[in-house]
């Protein structure tokens, strides 16, 4: 599992401030219970508390109930009220100036403390499964936001996020590097999103394959991430590198949304596709994998007697067993998906399975041109 640990204590700052309640028309089967009676310890409080609430009520298989009732304990109505104070917006044409303005602040610091708390639970209790209930559960949140702010168009929604955040930041490296973190979870919700929408709208018998696929990629996702935040790239002493590899990550959603997008081409559309790349042979996986695992800077860090940045043997070899045993399972899904499609179909879904581990290997420019696996 990806075991993202990148504090919370900025959105707490900023975003995780306020949740709100409220319906949907897209998802009006949920029943959202805001679970406000479990009695927490007195001695615990803040982020404490909310870790008891989270680790009392949810374990795995979570349903979007569940978050959506997590995100509700976490209410702070009284802070709120200021900025719903109707009456007052009526009488004075100033407040009411004000009090717009205010509004759509309040309304995305609820939407984002709702988002990022449930996204935090799925991270760490969740798995490829309760990923899917989580965007279940942001799609109740996005209605309920545009409800509150019903000017901004579906696409829009979800920037509102980073757009208070950045209102109210002040630039430092740890502010930054929170941002990246928000703006890349939000681009994982797409992508997990699309997944959503793509196993719904996949043919009944190729369901299964297509669950099974989906699994994997996301082990695979969450193995890639582990050795570039423990292993690859600038070590712990780099202010950096939070957003450095948030930034890579968030381009890596963005590529699968539109790998998705061609695969949804060929399989509901019979569209074919060229491979595009060449095909990656054993040996330069093996090369991939054996240069991804030296920290850069490592001759910096011994000059400069910084041996303890450098990662152990023992975690180097953990993380790249799990990214090889992870891969293999991601192509054994892929290759039966493929196989049970028509011979045509079959063989353009094997090429872009080509063209999507070639784009794997290989450090990774800082952005990712999209358009580098535009359709």
Same mark, same amino acid.
């Given at each position: 599992?990806?075991?993202?640990?990148?504090?919370?204590?900025?959105?707490?700052?900023?975003?995780?401030?306020?949740?709100?309640?409220?319906?949907?028309?897209?998802?009006?089967?949920?029943?959202?219970?805001?679970?406000?009676?479990?009695?927490?310890?007195?001695?615990?409080?803040?982020?404490d508390s909310i870790a008891y609430i989270e680790d009392a009520l949810i374990q795995s298989p979570i349903s979007a109930s569940d978050l959506l009732g997590l995100a509700e304990v976490?209410?702070?109505?009284?802070?709120?009220?200021?900025?719903?104070?109707?009456?007052?917006?009526?009488?004075?044409?100033?407040?009411?100036?004000?009090?717009?303005?205010?509004?759509?602040?309040?309304?995305?610091?609820?939407?984002?403390?709702?988002?990022?708390?449930?996204?935090n639970v799925v991270y760490r209790n969740g798995n490829a499964k309760d990923k899917l209930q989580w965007a279940i559960a942001v799609g109740v949140a996005l209605d309920t936001f545009?409800?509150?702010?019903?000017?901004? !168009?579906?696409?829009?929604?979800?920037?509102?996020?980073?757009? /208070?955040?950045?209102?109210?930041?002040?630039?430092?490296?740890?502010?930054?590097?929170?941002?990246?973190?928000?703006?890349?979870?939000?681009?994982?919700?797409?992508?997990?999103?699309?997944?959503?929408?793509?196993?719904?709208?996949?043919?009944?018998?190729?369901?299964?394959?297509?669950?099974?696929?989906?699994?994997?990629?996301?082990?695979?996702?969450?193995?890639?991430?582990?050795?570039?935040?423990?292993?690859?790239?600038?070590?712990?002493?780099?202010?950096?590198?939070?957003?450095?590899?948030?930034?890579?990550?968030?381009?890596?959603?963005?590529?699968?949304?539109?790998?998705?997008?061609?695969?949804?081409?060929?399989?509901?559309?019979?569209?074919?596709?060229?491979?595009?790349?060449?095909? /990656?042979?054993?040996?330069?996986?093996?090369?991939?994998?054996?240069?991804?695992? /030296?920290?850069?800077?490592?001759?910096?860090?011994?000059?400069?007697?910084?041996?303890?940045?450098?990662?152990?043997?023992?975690?180097?070899?953990?993380?790249?067993?799990?990214?090889?045993?992870?891969?293999?399972?991601?192509?054994?899904?892929?290759?039966?998906?493929?196989?049970?499609?028509?011979?045509?179909?079959?063989?353009?879904?094997?090429?872009?399975?080509?063209?999507?581990? !070639?784009?794997?290997?290989?450090?990774?420019?800082?952005?990712?041109?999209?358009?580098?696996?535009?359709?």
């Amino acid at each position: 599992m990806m075991k993202r640990k990148t504090t919370l204590a900025i959105v707490s700052a900023i975003v995780l401030l306020t949740a709100c309640g409220g319906g949907s028309k897209r998802y009006a089967d949920i029943a959202i219970d805001p679970r406000d009676t479990l009695v927490v310890p007195e001695e615990l409080t803040g982020e404490d508390s909310i870790a008891y609430i989270e680790d009392a009520l949810i374990q795995s298989p979570i349903s979007a109930s569940d978050l959506l009732g997590l995100a509700e304990v976490h209410a702070l109505e009284e802070w709120a009220a200021k900025y719903n104070d109707f009456e007052r917006a009526k009488e004075s044409p100033a407040y009411a100036s004000e009090y717009l303005a205010n509004h759509r602040d309040s309304a995305a610091m609820r939407l984002g403390n709702r988002f990022m708390r449930m996204a935090n639970v799925v991270y760490r209790n969740g798995n490829a499964k309760d990923k899917l209930q989580w965007a279940i559960a942001v799609g109740v949140a996005l209605d309920t936001f545009r409800v509150a702010v019903p000017s901004l !168009s579906p696409d829009s929604t979800l920037n509102e996020i980073l757009r /208070v955040m950045e209102k109210f930041s002040s630039d430092t490296q740890g502010e930054m590097n929170m941002m990246c973190y928000v703006s890349a979870t939000i681009e994982y919700y797409r992508t997990i999103e699309a997944y959503r929408q793509w196993l719904d709208a996949v043919p009944e018998d190729l369901k299964a394959a297509a669950q099974e696929e989906y699994e994997a990629w996301d082990e695979l996702n969450e193995a890639r991430f582990n050795l570039w935040r423990d292993v690859s790239y600038r070590q712990e002493w780099y202010s950096m590198k939070p957003m450095e590899i948030e930034s890579y990550y968030e381009n890596l959603s963005m590529n699968r949304r539109a790998e998705l997008e061609l695969e949804r081409d060929i399989v509901l559309k019979g569209k074919l596709y060229r491979q595009k790349g060449k095909t /990656v042979t054993a040996a330069q996986w093996e090369k991939w994998i054996v240069d991804s695992s /030296v920290p850069e800077d490592i001759d910096f860090l011994k000059e400069s007697e910084m041996e303890d940045y450098i990662p152990s043997d023992s975690l180097t070899t953990e993380r790249v067993d799990a990214l090889k045993s992870t891969f293999t399972r991601w192509i054994a899904a892929r290759q039966a998906f493929a196989a049970a499609l028509p011979e045509e179909q079959g063989k353009s879904y094997d090429n872009l399975t080509a063209d999507i581990h !070639s784009r794997f290997i290989g450090k990774l420019p800082l952005i990712i041109p999209y358009e580098r696996i535009g359709r």
